[in-house]
T-cell receptor
Framework: KQEVTQIPAALSVPEGENLVLNCSFTDSAIYNLQWFRQDPGKGLTSLLLIQSSQREQTSGRLNASLDKSSGRSTLYIAASQPGDSATYLCAVRLKGGSARQLTFGSGTQLTVLP | DTAVSQTPKYLVTQMGNDKSIKCEQNLGHDTMYWYKQDSKKFLKIMFSYNNKELIINETVPNRFSPKSPDKAHLNLHINSLELGDSAVYFC?????????????FGNGTRLTVT
């Protein structure tokens, strides 16, 4: 059974800092990994999707990396802004499975202080 | 032009009642989902449905039932509500066939059972 863990559970940084959020998973036979952002009272917004054949994906100030062999992914946020404050979740889809078999971590709650 | 919309946003009801949450997606996706997010922010899939099959997470009580009048809608019916059903319920959709797309989430329905 796939388990997804995110550390830390909460993180507070001053504006402008670069930061890294961590996601680890127990079954390395994954199809893809997806990072989401959740704002309070809102649904999840997809940030980046990394296929199992990829090592990283970039979108603006965000960079997500994937290391299947070690069962890890990181989300790097450059030059953080107060608007980045949200909960960040990673989700893993197993190989041979479908999106219905996504397993989510419990998220990292990020606060960027002005 | 909301991609995935669900109603109501908030639902407060008493134990024993029957309620429904509606979900619609205008993305042309072939698969829709219902997720439950508990107080610890864990997201767990309840159902996934496309025009071929309904897959139910075996941990979901049979008081919960999805109803899909067409491929753009997946409503959630809950019978005999219990206190433990209080949570935020998210609808989502994706294109599961062909080149799978990221999940797109609605903004959630906060259910409070008193």
């Amino acid at each position: 059974k796939q388990e997804v863990t995110q550390i830390p559970a909460a993180l507070s940084v001053p504006e402008g800092e670069n930061l890294v959020l961590n996601c680890s998973f127990t079954d390395s036979a994954i199809y893809n990994l997806q990072w989401f952002r959740q704002d309070p009272g809102k649904g999840l917004t997809s940030l980046l999707l990394i296929q199992s054949s990829q090592r990283e994906q970039t979108s603006g100030r965000l960079n997500a990396s994937l290391d299947k062999s070690s069962g890890r992914s990181t989300l790097y946020i450059a030059a953080s802004q107060p608007g980045d404050s949200a909960t960040y979740l990673c989700a893993v889809r197993l190989k041979g499975g479908s999106a219905r078999q996504l397993t989510f971590g419990s998220g990292t709650q990020l606060t960027v202080l002005p | 032009d909301t991609a995935v919309s669900q109603t109501p946003k908030y639902l407060v009801t008493q134990m024993g009642n029957d309620k429904s949450i509606k979900c619609e997606q205008n993305l042309g996706h072939d698969t829709m989902y219902w997720y439950k997010q508990d107080s610890k922010k864990f997201l767990k899939i309840m159902f996934s449905y496309n025009n071929k099959e309904l897959i139910i997470n075996e941990t979901v009580p049979n008081r919960f039932s999805p109803k899909s009048p067409d491929k753009a809608h997946l409503n959630l019916h809950i019978n005999s509500l219990e206190l433990g059903d209080s949570a935020v319920y998210f609808c989502a959709s994706s294109q599961d066939g062909g080149s799978p797309s990221p999940l797109h989430f609605g903004n959630g329905t906060r259910l409070t059972v008193t």
